[in-house]
């Protein structure tokens, strides 16, 4: 109301007002007046709101002397910002007991001369209100011109922070939590200021409003120079996407500063939108050529070279192929979160790892996929699962990605186009396998898969599901029917050895029960166990049909 209004004692400075006077309340004339309102009925009281400056010739209290009395308390009480009384109409002079209510609510009582015409009072009070507002009206276009031109012009989050603080001559930080992003200006700031804009419990603080939106305010003393603070989230689509973040030394912010910094949200709000969907297309770029140059036959080999540049991929190079498998820590798993906010955390997890890439100053590419997060590296840095400096790369890419539960597939090192193929195919294997076998949040050398990696090393998967089908395919289409236990009580039956005994102990199943089942997978099965070639296929079947179920694509 002060920026926006104007002091009891302003209005008694202009020229409608020189020949007013004031009889009580001095002590209130830095009270704010927003409006002009004029009482000339008994029951105006409802309609007085907080801010009004009152007119009135005392007709609708002339004879009650009551209500005379109880009138400056009840405007008080409404939080009226002053009365002007004309008397000798219908009051001969102001009652000494309203002067000394005025004088005790430090309320504002001026008496009008009786030449003095009402509508000249009001007409000079709201043209300076109107003049007043306009100035605010004009600043605020003003920023959001000046910025939105900015941002228009290709402007990024650092060039916005540089011009809001020089606009406003703060300290200021402007924070993208979905582009990992964070930019302070100016750069020589100091440390107590670093350690506030640091601070990542903003919201807990008490928060104040003014007529354009929240924000959060701290009073500090930075090394005995008072500092004052404040935050204000970035909000897009009812979710808060960041900061914006200033520091006045010395003094408080003004109205006009803290609309500066309400308009320069929205304005962060409109570059994070643009960071992420430039992102989101660049990626999906990178995508689609990944999958055809994956897919593509040698013909078109240097096609594929001279379109990778352009990315600023070098395909001729070593590389290890990584897919990792991003997801929310197993506490929170269990939560539902639509597909639109699982991409989202997909997308942050990938901005996180250009970040450690960068940092790390690797050569990598990085693809964010249907399969998951694509990253090429040399394969010195991660090839070598009994190398040490591999496991604290690996240990460090994890930590850059503390916030998600990581599961790593990892591919051999090779050399050029086909060598990307073959260790991404490696590496999607992995993943995929090593997920079933050891489960998530591991890290999964193809290397060490074993039997698995060898079966699946070539594309001789139909040859293989075919192998599956000839010495299960009977005994899996029975007991899926049945709904038996078949299945379960071999595993567990070539588990122990072949022995009956043994397996209903561990299956806590009568033995007679076992028996059973066992003769019924010998004859659904054919085999026979005490010949070693017979038993050695049916247990290679077995893992076969259990890495089909793991992929999802069973033996059709």
Excluded at 331 to 337: C, N, P
């Amino acid at each position: 109301m002060e920026h926006y209004g104007l002091k009891v004692e302003e209005v008694l400075q202009l020229p409608a007002f020189k020949k007013c006077r004031l009889l009580g309340g001095a002590e209130g004339l830095q009270r704010v007046i927003t409006n002009v309102n004029v009482m000339e009925v008994p029951d105006i009281l409802p309609w007085i709101k907080s801010g009004d400056f009152i007119l009135t010739t005392g007709y609708a209290i002339k004879d009650d002397i009551d209500a005379q009395k109880g009138l400056i308390p009840q405007l008080n009480q409404q939080g009226a910002a002053g009365l002007a009384i004309k008397p000798q109409r219908y009051i001969e002079s102001i009652p000494l007991y309203m002067i000394e209510a005025a004088n005790n609510l430090n309320f504002p009582l001026l008496e009008m001369p009786l030449e003095v015409n009402f509508s000249e009072l009001i007409s000079s009070v709201l043209s300076q209100l109107v003049n007043h507002q306009a100035l605010f009206l004009e600043h605020s276009v003003a920023v959001h011109q000046q910025f939105t031109d900015l941002i228009l012009k290709g402007g990024q989050l650092d060039q916005i922070a540089a011009a809001l603080a020089e606009l406003i001559n703060a300290c200021v930080c402007l924070e993208d939590h979905s582009n990992y992003r964070r930019v302070i200006y100016p750069y020589d700031i100091p440390s107590e200021a670093a350690g506030y804009f640091e601070r990542d419990d903003l919201a807990g603080l008490k928060a104040e409003h003014y007529d354009t939106g929240e924000f959060y305010r701290e009073q500090m003393d930075f090394d005995g120079r008072e500092a004052d603070c404040i935050a204000l989230p970035v909000i897009i689509e009812e979710q808060q996407y960041g900061w914006v973040k200033a520091i006045l030394l010395d003094r408080r912010f003004s109205l006009l500063e803290l609309i500066t910094l309400e308009r320069v949200c929205s304005i962060v709000a409109l570059d994070i939108l643009r960071q992420h969907n430039v992102a989101q297309i660049e990626n999906k770029y990178k995508a689609e050529f990944l999958s055809q140059l994956l897919s593509s036959s040698n013909l078109y080999e240097k096609d594929y070279l001279e379109r990778a540049r352009a990315f600023g991929w070098e395909l001729t190079s070593d590389y290890a192929a990584l897919l990792l498998d991003v997801s929310l820590p197993s506490e929170a798993s269990k939560i539902k979160i639509h597909e639109d906010r699982r991409q989202d955390l997909k997308t942050r997890a990938a901005i996180l790892l250009e970040n450690f890439c960068s940092q790390m100053q690797v050569k990598f590419i990085l693809v964010n996929n249907e399969d998951g997060l694509a990253l090429l590296l040399e394969p010195s840095l991660v090839a070598n699962s009994k190398d040490s400096g591999a496991r604290d790369f690996l240990r460090q890419l994890r930590a850059a990605l503390k916030s998600w539960e990581v599961t790593i597939g990892i591919g051999s090192g090779y050399n050029g186009i086909k060598g990307i193929k073959r260790s991404y195919r490696e590496a999607k294997i992995a993943l995929e396998l090593g997920r079933y076998l050891f489960g998530n949040g591991s890290d999964i050398y193809y290397s060490n898969l074993g039997v698995y990696g060898l079966l699946l090393k070539h594309d001789g998967m139909p040859e293989l599901k075919d192998f599956v089908q000839e010495i299960l395919g009977s005994f899996l289409e029975y007991d899926h029917n049945k709904k038996g236990d078949l299945y379960k009580t071999l595993e567990v039956y070539l588990e122990s050895n072949c022995n009956v005994k043994e397996t209903s102990e561990k299956m806590y199943t009568h033995y007679n029960t076992i028996l059973y089942r066992v003769n019924k997978i010998k004859e659904l099965t054919g085999i026979d166990f005490n010949q070693p070639d017979q038993k050695m296929n049916l247990q290679v079947a077995m893992r076969l049909s259990q890495v089909f179920h793991c992929f999802g694509g069973g033996l059709g």
